[in-house]
């Protein structure tokens, strides 16, 4: 088995091609092949070429009738051209020598055409070409500036560079998920839509992703894999440094059933993947909405070194709602000591009590804030910290938002900032997450989030 | 007992006063007695009058050394001043013969000073005098305009007038659930903040909004009552007819410390809750995010016939994950009869399968959602839809909601759009939630808050 610096290694041609050649590129709009051109002629860094018979030039640029009149070398081609014509083509490629091919067209395996689609593997494996898809996205490498993605930039906005690498077996759920990190402004390094997966899958796509210095986290749909044993063996390779989240479809029968006639995919038993999720250390997320809060909790902050939780508010019910959220995802209130006691009573009025929850109270300023958590800053009781901010009370001012960038500045415990509301809130929500604080509008979601990053740590150090 | 309507029409002076007195008026920028009056000056439907010995005038308008002076009658007088003046103040406004007192002041049982709060309990069941707090927000009334929140409008946003009433025992929770309104543009009829609630708490005003015409949905924050039972029958007068909404603080022994020290109630065991609401069906919300999804289906869609949920989707994984919640969640997916099964065909092209979910496919446009709406509007095995529209795909249009809006005007169904990403998808977000569509961007969310409406109809019916 190679390993997964092996794999980024190999596999990095397709991800950062010094040449393309774009087959079944075209001049008419509403064609994929139009689309895709399009894109990679406005964000590839390395050279680009279209070939289609029946144009003389695309785009301004020289229009090829085969890959093979191309005289440069080229690393990877992309398919864009009916499915038929795949597996001649794919022939010229390996002639060629390219080393990979992204392969958007649809019409294989999932609508019934096996055949064709063996024919195509074949084709590929005799060359030694490599493919994504096909039926697929591809690719959206916002390290290298590759996109094959068809989807105009008002259907889906390209989310900035950062360390979330994204894997889907599924080109929808996929395309959601970069749309969603646009959204909440998340930071993308890598994502690969793999359709059918006929050769490059989750598999490898882990140890690729894994292997990948600008990847902090990966997160993954999936709704099966060929191989259960070898999907946890790259887990477990990558989960040691890098932690691996996963939304699993299909985990009911009828779920299952579902995945049948969408992927094709043998969904398994939940229980089956429950544990071998559990032992390759796999993040597991329950929903859509879980798997991209701890998308951004396990790439924006540290690790907690235990499961020892302080909680601080200005709302008293948000504090009720935290601890209820502690106790029941098993997580535990941190205790206060006599001399933490001490430092925090600078923080609460004498009419206030000091407890954790904290309760900071509905008149608490920016100063009360900052008082709490310098004190916590360095405490050897607390292993994370829930900071609720509500900034409808009317002492409560912005700046309070600093003392939480201070504290992740000097501190190695992670924190989570709690806030809701409308206008004014969602500014500062902006300014704290682009300031490296993952902010959730609910106790439930922050707390769940650390709640994976805890038990994550856990599996990692046992 | 008081019926719902009685409780209606004898809270009435209060929340639509013909003349209100604000106590403690302010012309200092900064001071609660200032921001309330400014507030109400803007907002009341009916005359205003300062109470402030040391003014001549605030906001120009003359200002009485006593509520007594006025000599017009007074159906409602705010307090926003010292707590330790608040029992004379409460004698004054009885011989006056006020109605009802909000009081905003804090200071009371919530810092330990519960002789003094006996002592203005006292002194207004002397005087038949009604209480809203002390240590409370008070009354946000969207239907006749009396507001006398003191936050500012930057701070939190006024939401439409509509449909769903708010009672919050935390004033915090309150204000952020108000502000959430705003934010996700939901109508609100009457929002109430009781705090300490010596008087009128969430027992009466579960009645009071289930008398409320213009209250079709209760949204509650609770932490503890005073006397469970007479909770279970308010709730059980106004739940045959109107939905009632809990989200419950203080489940956990350690959340319940907290609420002892944020309102001082007895949170009691969660176990007992439970029971206790089912037995009056209250929907009981797990977080903050499932109150106000489970607030905005039952405000905007007709309550499901049975638990068969119909799924379609231009996604396949969404539709996998759709089918996986409805049954990790106790509902069922809706069989397909032949008949129905021609009429879907229609929808989809032939190699894509009839199923349920039923798959669209990733090139599905409007008028597959238009023909497969259509198939089920009057379908009898059918009792709700799920209907995902992901619109990063190329061919899907904007105004495949317009086939929602249909089917919602023609069929007595449910339905919920399941749709998430950046820019363009937030746009239709907000036309069909303005259309009546409640929108999540998890499967999860919505199959949750399907349920919720599903169970309510169940006990409703039994």
Redesign the interface.
């Known amino acids: 088995m190679k390993s997964k610096e092996e794999v980024f290694e190999e596999l990095s041609p397709i991800f950062n091609p010094k040449a393309v050649a774009v087959i079944g590129a075209s001049r008419e709009k509403g064609k ?1 092949g139009h ?1 895709v051109y399009k894109t990679m002629k406005k964000s590839l860094n390395g050279k680009l070429y279209p070939v289609n018979p029946k144009a003389d030039e695309i785009l301004g640029d020289k229009s090829y009738n085969s890959i093979k009149e191309i005289s440069e070398e080229i690393d990877l081609a992309v398919f864009t051209i009916p499915a038929k014509l795949t597996p001649k083509i794919m022939e010229e490629c390996g002639e060629k020598e390219v080393k990979g091919a992204v392969i958007i067209t ?1 019409g294989f395996s999932e ?2 055409n096996k055949k064709l689609e063996k024919k195509l593997k074949e084709k590929a494996e005799e060359y030694g070409v490599r493919i994504i898809g096909p039926n697929c996205l591809g690719i959206l490498d916002n390290t290298t500036g590759l996109n094959t993605l ?3 930039p ?4 390209i989310p900035k560079k950062g360390g979330i690498g994204v894997i ?6 996929g ?2 998920m ?3 990190c ?2 909440e402004n998340f930071g993308l390094s890598r994502f690969i839509s793999f359709g059918n997966g006929i050769d490059i899958d989750e598999r490898e796509l882990i140890k690729f992703l894994g292997g990948d210095p600008e990847t902090k986290v990966i997160v993954m ?1 999936l ?1 099966g894999t060929k191989n259960g044993r070898e999907l946890m063996n790259a887990a477990k390779e990558v989960t040691p440094e890098k932690p691996v989240i996963v ?1 699993k ?7 299952s ?3 049948a ?3 094709g995919s043998l969904a398994g038993s939940a229980e089956v993947y429950n544990s071998a999720f559990k032992q390759s250390n796999i993040v597991q997320a ?4 879980d798997l991209l809060d701890y998308a951004e909790v396990f790439e924006k902050q540290p690790l907690p070194n235990g499961k020892k939780v302080m909680i601080m508010t ?8 935290s ?2 959220e ?3 995802q098993g997580l535990e ?1 941190a205790e206060i000591n006599s001399n933490l006691k001490k430092e925090l009573r600078k923080a609460v009025p004498e ?3 000091i ?1 954790n ?1 904290l ?1 900071l109270l ?1 008149d608490a300023d920016a100063s009360r804030y900052k008082k709490a958590l310098k004190a916590i800053e360095k405490s050897k009781d607390i292993d994370a910290v829930i900071c609720v901010q ?5 002492p ?1 001012e912005e700046k309070a938002i600093e003392s939480v960038f201070e504290f992740n500045k000097n501190s190695d415990k992670p924190i989570i900032v709690v806030t ?7 500014e500062v929500k902006e300014k704290l997450e682009n300031g490296g604080i993952p902010v959730f ?5 922050a707390v769940d989030a650390l709640r994976s990053m805890v038990e994550y740590k856990e599996r990692k150090d046992f």
């Open positions: 994929i689309s649809s609508i019934g068809f989807l105009p008002e259907k889906l906005k889907s077996q599924s080109g929808a759920v395309s959601v970069v749309d969603w646009s959204y749909y709704e939304l479809g299909g985990k009911t029968s009828e779920g059933e579902a995945v006639s969408h992927t329950r929903t859509m909405l200005n709302g008293g019910g948000y504090g009720v709602l601890a209820d502690v106790i029941n209130l009419y206030g009590d407890g929850p309760d509905g509500l900034f409808q009370t009317d409560m809701a509301g409308a206008g004014k809130v969602q509008n609910t106790p439930n979601r």
